[in-house]
């Protein structure tokens, strides 16, 4: 069974940075596409940005210039680097992988 942990969330002023990571277990993470979603209070959970195991890259037009999802196959983990953060981006943030695999998520909170 794939565990995904997510971690580096926090609290942050609009304009800040937050790097989000999701560390999984297995001996195949170099195989695995993985995905960052994230919900906001009162709203559904929504596709944020993923990696495949060739590394191609794809993110929500809303992110796009400001996010940078990224893998380390060596470490199994990949990473989210959030720059310009808004406070719209405030959401708990989730990892999953292509087998449907979730983590606990990380809260990002961006402040005003």
């Known amino acids: 069974q794939v565990q995904l942990v997510e971690s580096g969330g926090g609290s942050v002023q609009a304009g800040g940075s937050l790097r989000l990571s999701c560390a999984a277990s297995?001996?195949?993470?170099?195989?695995?596409?993985i995905s960052w979603y994230r919900q906001a209070p009162g709203k559904e959970r929504e596709f944020v940005a993923s990696i495949s195991w060739s590394g191609s890259t794809y993110y929500v037009d809303s992110v796009k210039g400001r996010f940078t999802i990224s893998r380390d196959n060596a470490k199994n983990t990949v990473c989210l680097q959030m720059n310009s953060l808004k406070p719209e981006d405030t959401a708990i943030y989730y990892c999953?992988?292509?087998?449907?695999?979730w983590g606990q998520g990380t809260q990002v909170t961006v402040s005003s």
């Open positions: 297995g001996r195949s993470f170099s195989t695995y596409d």
């Open positions: 999953m992988n292509h087998q449907g695999a």
